[in-house]
């Protein structure tokens, strides 16, 4: 915040501990005009009120929390701009990308700053680290049928992937259906660890301006028929002398890239099922603007050894289905 802003805030509190602290002094005192424990001469509904001062017990707690209130202001940030005098932070502020975190770690480690966060992920690392390298050990196929390493696996997938795949893996418009055994590059083990390791850029040009209206029918119709739809048949003929520019990455027969090991990530166009929609008209807008997905690269985030279980748990939905 602004240094106006900052002041204010810190006079403002302070004023109002200060206050309350008077107060507190203040009503320590007998201004009452009669001893201790004789009636102050009011009596409502039958009860008389007594001059009495508060218990010695609650006077102490009022102290203390004011004591506590001025340690606590001064060790740590939150006043205004106030750093604290504990140099202690909940996390690293500011960052944007990965990058920038791990900078701040360094920074905040080489400055003698204690950040939370920081401290809750060493935490964890030391407890749970020696569970995720006896899992490394095992093979994939071992552990995706493993109960303990599933339900880790499962939750790794709730906290970082059913964003866009879903909670139940099953995708959606644009994200891929994890669920089943249709895969745009490989759905081996050691596929599914390399595109969750690395990621995936994939996309597929726009052809609108190339093929022009009615090219772009004749192909969407060509594009159809391929996976046993009903088309204007006149029009999927046509499609199919154009099909040529595309067969580089679908494959002649339209297979996509996993039936000819291409590493394009081009969807089968012979099945039924369809990324961003199989109706006539996405499939036309599909071909005139193009297609561009990207998956994030994991290795940085997650770690080699929780992306094994991840990978188990992603391979285990689609055995036997």
Same mark, same amino acid.
């Given at each position: 915040?602004?240094?106006?802003?900052?002041?204010?805030? @810190?006079?403002? $509190?302070?004023? /109002?501990?200060?206050?309350?602290? %008077?107060?507190?002094?203040?009503?320590?005192?007998?201004?009452?005009?009669?001893? !201790? %424990?004789?009636?102050?001469?009011?009596?409502?509904? %039958?009860?008389?009120?007594?001059?009495?001062?508060?218990?010695?017990?609650?006077?102490?707690?009022?102290?203390? $929390?004011?004591?506590?209130?001025?340690?606590?202001?001064?060790?740590?940030?939150?006043?205004?701009?106030?750093?604290?005098?504990?140099?202690? $932070?909940? &996390?690293?502020?500011?960052? $944007?990308?990965?990058?920038?975190?791990?900078?701040?770690?360094?920074?905040?480690?080489?400055?003698?700053?204690?950040?939370?966060?920081?401290? !809750?992920?060493?935490?964890?690392?030391?407890?749970?680290?020696? @569970?995720?390298?006896?899992?490394?050990?095992?093979?994939?196929?071992?552990?995706?049928?493993?109960?303990?390493?599933?339900?880790?696996?499962?939750?790794?997938?709730?906290?970082?992937?059913?964003? /866009?795949?879903?909670?139940?893996?099953?995708?959606?418009?644009?994200?891929?259906?994890? &669920?089943?055994?249709?895969?745009?590059?490989?759905?081996?083990?050691?596929?599914?660890?390399?595109?969750?390791?690395?990621?995936?850029? +994939?996309?597929?040009?726009?052809?609108?301006?190339?093929?022009? !209206?009615?090219?772009?029918?004749?192909?969407?119709?060509?594009?159809?028929?391929?996976?046993?739809?009903?088309?204007?048949?006149?029009?999927?003929?046509?499609? +199919?002398?154009?099909? +040529?520019? /595309?067969?580089?990455?679908?494959?002649?027969?339209?297979?996509?890239?996993?039936?000819?090991?291409?590493?394009?990530?081009?969807?089968?166009?012979?099945?039924?099922?369809?990324?961003?929609?199989?109706?006539?008209?996405?499939?036309?807008?599909?071909?005139?603007?193009?297609?561009?997905?990207?998956?994030?690269?994991?290795?940085?985030?997650?770690?080699?050894?929780?992306?094994?279980?991840?990978?188990?748990?992603?391979?285990?939905?689609?055995?036997?289905?």
């Amino acid at each position: 915040m602004t240094s106006f802003w900052s002041i204010w805030v @810190i006079v403002l $509190t302070l004023s /109002c501990l200060f206050i309350l602290f %008077g107060l507190l002094v203040w009503n320590l005192k007998n201004y009452a005009g009669v001893k !201790e %424990g004789e009636s102050c001469g009011h009596v409502y509904d %039958g009860i008389e009120e007594l001059n009495n001062p508060l218990p010695k017990w609650w006077t102490y707690m009022f102290f203390a $929390t004011f004591a506590w209130s001025v340690y606590y202001l001064a060790a740590f940030p939150g006043l205004g701009n106030w750093e604290g005098l504990g140099k202690w $932070t909940s &996390s690293n502020q500011g960052v $944007t990308s990965l990058a920038e975190s791990k900078q701040a770690v360094e920074k905040a480690h080489a400055d003698g700053r204690f950040v939370k966060l920081d401290a !809750e992920y060493r935490a964890a690392d030391e407890r749970f680290g020696p @569970i995720f390298a006896a899992f490394a050990k095992q093979n994939i196929e071992t552990l995706a049928t493993d109960e303990k390493a599933l339900e880790i696996g499962q939750r790794l997938f709730a906290q970082n992937c059913s964003q /866009c795949h879903g909670s139940d893996a099953r995708g959606a418009q644009g994200f891929p259906n994890l &669920s089943d055994k249709d895969w745009l590059y490989g759905g081996t083990p050691d596929k599914i660890k390399e595109t969750i390791l690395h990621g995936r850029i +994939a996309a597929m040009p726009p052809w609108g301006a190339a093929l022009g !209206e009615q090219g772009v029918k004749e192909m969407t119709a060509h594009v159809l028929s391929l996976s046993g739809r009903t088309v204007n048949q006149k029009d999927a003929t046509a499609g +199919a002398t154009k099909f +040529a520019m /595309c067969a580089a990455c679908h494959g002649a027969d339209g297979k996509g890239s996993v039936a000819h090991n291409l590493p394009f990530g081009a969807p089968d166009l012979t099945d039924n099922i369809w990324l961003y929609g199989g109706s006539q008209r996405a499939v036309e807008e599909t071909i005139i603007n193009g297609r561009a997905g990207v998956m994030p690269a994991w290795k940085d985030i997650l770690g080699e050894e929780k992306i094994h279980l991840l990978t188990a748990y992603v391979y285990s939905l689609s055995l036997d289905k």
